[in-house]
């Protein structure tokens, strides 16, 4: 596959990471590449990704070559399956969007308030899907079905899971939920103002629902 994309997946790794977006050897990226999705491998870490000891997966989430792949690899090719459009997955265990994940009060139909514009634009509605231990394979169709309507939802006591059309997209999309998720928390308690229905609504690209 391209040198150009193996050098963006570890990249943006060493970005994330090294903002404390993700931490030690959690969170995972890939991006399709034609029939086949190049992911980072099992036990690596973001900040110290080899581009060139990536792991590639079929559309069923096979191993096809490279090292062995994160064991959440089924997820992103879950994503795959339902969401055409989508060039890259990231997904993290970001501080804030995990402990969202941890409350016992939010909607699971859509876990965040629309609290900016940038909110609504680039992430829109966040389901929460039920917990599931990390590598469960049972995951797998619950977050196929979700995809079909939402590009981002958040795994429940573990952090987000976000498609875009490319890494970048996706990208700017998961720290969109973070910083929104540090904000609702930081909000806490005291009477807030989010975007209403309508004003949501109007900002929403079709890709982001």
Do not use: W
Request: proline share 8%.
């Amino acid at each position: 596959m391209s040198t150009g994309i193996r050098a963006q997946i570890a990249a943006l790794g060493a970005s994330l990471f090294h903002r404390k977006l993700t931490f030690g050897r959690t969170g995972n990226l890939s991006v399709r590449h034609g029939e086949l999705i190049l992911v980072t491998p099992t036990g690596a870490s973001l900040g110290d990704l080899d581009p060139d000891a990536l792991a590639v997966i079929d559309a069923d989430g096979r191993h096809v070559d490279g090292p062995r792949p994160s064991k959440e690899a089924f997820l992103h090719a879950a994503v795959y399956r339902a969401r055409p459009g989508a060039g890259a997955v990231v997904h993290l265990h970001s501080t804030h969007a995990v402990a969202v994940s941890c409350l016992a009060d939010v909607d699971p139909a859509d876990v965040l308030p629309p609290l900016t514009a940038y909110y609504a634009m680039r992430v829109g509605t966040l389901p929460l899907l039920p917990y599931h231990a990390p590598g469960d394979p049972a995951l797998g169709p619950l977050a196929e079905d979700t995809a079909r309507r939402h590009h981002a939802m958040l795994l429940a006591n573990h952090g987000p899971v976000v498609a875009g059309a490319d890494l970048a997209a996706a990208a700017d999309a998961v720290e969109e939920l973070e910083e929104t998720a540090r904000l609702h928390l930081l909000l806490r308690g005291h009477a807030t103002r989010p975007l209403t229905p309508e004003q949501a609504a109007a900002l929403r690209p079709a890709e982001t629902r």
